[in-house]
């Protein structure tokens, strides 16, 4: 089955910097774009950044473009999440994410790890 496992969260000061983790397992992995979602507290989930399946191509949230950047190995089955010059209002929980299939894909998701920017 699909499993994705995020780590690499924590408590950060303002102008810091966090790098997330998200291994993935159960399904193809080279064959599938990748995606970073984050939800803050009292607030929908958005899409942060995207990685098309062999990491070519890249999509930003207009909020973390010059500061985060996403990469993926397809050896190993992980996408990262690079995240500099961290602001109070990138508090939130950063999920990885997959959709799978053509006419009724399915969106799978890991189980978020907490980033807190906060001095």
């Known amino acids: 089955q699909v499993q994705l496992v995020e780590s690499g969260g924590g408590l950060v000061q303002p102008g810091g910097s966090l790098r997330l983790s998200c291994a993935a397992s159960g399904f193809t992995f080279r064959s599938y774009a990748m995606s970073w979602y984050r939800q803050a507290p009292g607030k929908e989930r958005d899409l942060v950044a995207r990685?098309?399946?062999?990491?070519?191509?890249?999509n930003y949230a207009d909020s973390v473009k010059g500061r985060f950047t996403i990469s993926r190995d397809n050896a190993k089955n992980t996408v990262s999440l690079q995240m500099n010059s961290l602001k109070p209002e990138d508090t939130a929980v950063y999920y990885c994410?997959?959709?799978?299939?053509?006419?009724?894909?399915?969106?799978?998701w890991g189980k978020g790890t907490l980033v807190t920017v906060s001095s």
């Open positions: 994410n997959v959709r799978i299939g053509s006419i009724s894909a399915i969106s799978y």
């Open positions: 990685i098309s399946s062999a990491g070519g191509i890249t």
